[in-house]
């Protein structure tokens, strides 16, 4: 069965730090991997996407991941945090295959905080 | 392109009741998935709709159903609510038949059952 581990519920950064969200899945397929931003009272924004192309993904507003099939991680990151960041961060994982419907399966989510 | 609406906004029922949630999808999408956010969770998958049918189905209970319409709108009733049915009931709309389709969030519906 497929599952997401986010590690740390609370992450905090000074703006201008390096930000790093951490996830690990479990999957018996290749699995697609997704990171979603969810600002207050908002649904999900797609941040970006793995899809077994290119290993290291570029999302939207300067954040990107790198898949690591050793590691199963999927680690989200951003060289400079802005206040604007702050938000909750959910990575989701999906099978690859004929039969994949698109199901997610969401981690528990990481509320970054960025300090002025 | 409105994306995904969902209506309402906020709702709040009493213990027992039965409650019915709408969402529009994405101009273009044929597929629509409901989701399930407690407070300080992440959103558990509830079931998916394609071509008016109900594809897959997560670890919900026979209370919680769905319907979509030939406009592939969608609508989730709950049935009999419970304290436990309190929480943000997202809704997400896809393209059937890509490989790796993103899925595009409505705000969801947060529902208070008193």
């Known amino acids: 069965a497929q599952s997401v581990t986010q590690l740390g519920s609370h992450v905090s950064v000074s703006e201008g730090a390096l930000v790093l969200l951490r996830c690990n899945y479990s999957?018996?397929?290749?699995?697609?991997l997704f990171w979603y931003v969810q600002y207050p009272n908002q649904g999900l924004q797609l941040l970006l996407k793995?899809?077994?192309?290119?290993?290291l993904v570029k999302g939207i507003n300067g954040f990107e991941a790198e898949f690591k099939k050793s590691e199963t991680s999927f680690h989200l990151t951003k060289p400079s945090a802005h206040m604007s960041d702050a938000a909750e961060y959910f990575c989701?994982?999906?099978?690859?295959?004929?039969?994949?419907?698109?199901?997610?399966?969401f981690g528990q989510g990481t509320t970054l905080q960025v300090k002025p | 392109d409105a994306g995904v609406t969902q209506s309402p906004t906020h709702l709040i029922k009493t213990r027992g009741q039965q409650v019915t949630l709408r969402c529009s999808p994405k101009s273009g999408h044929d597929t629509v998935s409901w989701y399930q956010q407690a407070l300080g969770q992440g959103p558990q998958f509830i079931f998916q709709y394609y071509e008016e049918e109900e594809r897959q189905r997560g670890n919900f209970p026979d209370r919680f159903s769905g319907h979509q319409f030939p406009n592939y709108s969608s609508e989730l009733n709950v049935n009999a609510l419970l304290l436990g049915d309190s929480a943000l009931y997202l809704c997400?709309?896809?393209?059937?038949?890509?490989?790796?389709?993103?899925?595009?969030f409505g705000q969801g519906t947060r529902l208070t059952v008193v």
């Open positions: 997400a709309s896809s393209l059937d038949g890509r490989e790796a389709t993103e899925a595009f």
């Open positions: 999957s018996s397929v290749p699995p697609y």
């Open positions: 793995y899809t077994s192309a290119a290993t």
């Open positions: 989701a994982v999906s099978e690859a295959g004929s039969s994949n419907t698109g199901k997610l399966i």
